[in-house]
């Protein structure tokens, strides 16, 4: 069944109308016709199908078969901070942690992030971001939609750090635990955390008083390996490993 992605409150009514713009997917790419049923998801935990009671050039009907369902969120909300990379990287990188599940993305601006943003790129960067989120949400049916927060200097990020724990940092430094042995000692203890932090560094790599400042805020330094992986693959790596574990 195609999948649509409808805002919060739009799902509280049985009917809805879908002007152009929004019904453009449906309509000219998925071909949808009157008749045929999809499925609405508002990103925060509710699912309907709707059935298309009109379609036409300036849009389509559709109608709730029944009432929304609700349901639970995830075991784990996983955060992921990255800093931003070049390019279309952040755009895959967005794109994959969606995929994988998790339930924020903070992209981050360090020292040596090569991307430079001032407040209006910010904006335009934080409203694609979201579409790349809602499309990769779509297609992975996905029924929480995470939260892409503006991009912040990596000397703020402590407050939302705190938000989650445990935190892991991807660190290329000799005293980096290797991630196996982290969560060996993490699975010994029975926990099942509900929310975890994952950190990477830009193309870079992270200055020293940045890893202090994360560690002091209580992330844990970990290592992928000998191997010097890029930053979004340090990004999938870890989120698939946390994945693995809590989701
Ligand atoms: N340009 C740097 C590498 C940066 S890699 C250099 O050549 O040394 C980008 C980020 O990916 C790093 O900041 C780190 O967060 C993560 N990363 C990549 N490989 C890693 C590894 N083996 N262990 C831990 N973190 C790693």
Not at 101 to 124: C, F, H, K, M, N
């Amino acid at each position: 069944m195609h999948r649509h992605y409808i805002e919060p409150s739009r799902l509280q009514s049985p009917t809805l109308t879908l002007v152009k713009d929004e019904a453009r997917h449906l309509q000219t790419v998925l071909r949808v016709r009157e008749g045929d049923v999809v499925e609405l998801f508002d990103g925060h935990g509710l699912t309907a199908a709707a059935r298309v009671a009109a379609a036409d050039r300036h849009g389509l009907q559709l109608e709730l078969t029944a009432a929304p369902t609700r349901h639970a969120p995830p075991t784990c909300a996983l955060t992921l901070f990255a800093c931003v990379s070049k390019g279309k990287r952040m755009d895959w990188t967005v794109e994959k942690a969606v995929e994988l599940g998790v339930q924020r993305v903070v992209p981050v601006i360090s020292d040596r992030t090569i991307v430079r943003l001032d407040e209006a790129d910010a904006e335009g960067k934080t409203g694609r971001w979201t579409r790349v989120a809602i499309e990769a949400a779509r297609q992975s049916h996905a029924i929480w939609l995470p939260e892409i927060v503006a991009p912040m200097p990596l000397a703020q990020t402590g407050p939302l750090l705190h938000s989650c724990a445990p935190v892991f940092v991807a660190a290329l430094v000799p005293e980096a635990q290797p991630m196996r042995q982290v969560l060996a000692g993490i699975r010994a203890h029975g926990a099942l955390p509900a929310t975890a932090g994952w950190f990477v560094g830009p193309e870079g790599d992270f200055m020293p008083e940045e890893l202090r400042l994360l560690r002091a805020h209580g992330a844990i330094a970990v290592s992928l390996g000998r191997q010097v992986l890029r930053a979004e693959t340090a990004a999938i790596w870890g989120l698939c490993v946390l994945g693995a574990e809590w989701l």
